[in-house]
């Protein structure tokens, strides 16, 4: 590979690690061709774009960005896949259901500012919140006091309704 291409995937992936807020690395070894597909139609429907990188290269770009990659670095063996998203729990969703199998294996993650690394560190990486799920639940939060307040005033005045209604109904 002439240096001219390396240093354009260089810039194409640091491109992307300012682009998508968060990364699974993840090892591929002994996937084939059909298995691989599957796994990119699955990473597609998810919105995650899934690349296939040289390791060197991957360094590289990790040593170029603004952000102190370098416990990923000894993650960087045998064939690595790197999947970029926008919600960080997603990518581990999908991993869990291939964790039977073994493969793809999570080697590391980038999600949510922090790192991980270890294939145990799937459960928590799924557990994630993302940005828009800790919002609905703070809204739940926030509204629940307020529907409770509403829903006493409402059936309150049902209640005076019909106590008026009665009296305004009854014979004198």
Do not use: W
Not at 130 to 153: F, G, M, R, T, W
């Amino acid at each position: 590979m002439k240096k001219e291409v390396k240093d354009t995937i260089i810039v194409d992936l640091g491109e992307k690690l300012k682009e998508f807020p968060h990364f699974y690395l993840v090892d591929v070894t002994g996937l084939n061709a059909k298995q691989t597909s599957d796994l990119r139609r699955k990473c597609f429907k998810n919105e995650i774009k899934m690349v296939v990188v040289k390791n060197k290269l991957l360094h590289k770009a990790f040593e170029a960005s603004e952000i102190d990659f370098e416990p990923l670095y000894s993650t960087l063996k045998g064939s690595t896949a790197v999947m970029f998203t926008q919600a960080a729990n997603v990518p581990a969703k999908m991993l869990k259901e291939y964790k039977k199998e073994g493969i793809p294996a999570l080697k590391a993650a980038y999600a949510e500012e922090g790192i991980y690394v270890g294939a145990d560190k799937l459960e928590e990486l799924s557990s994630i919140k993302s940005k828009n799920e800790v919002i609905a639940d703070i809204v739940a939060l926030l509204q629940s006091p307020a529907k409770n307040v509403i829903s006493a005033l409402q059936s309150g005045g049902q209640t005076i309704h019909g106590v008026l209604k009665t009296l305004g109904e009854r014979p004198e």
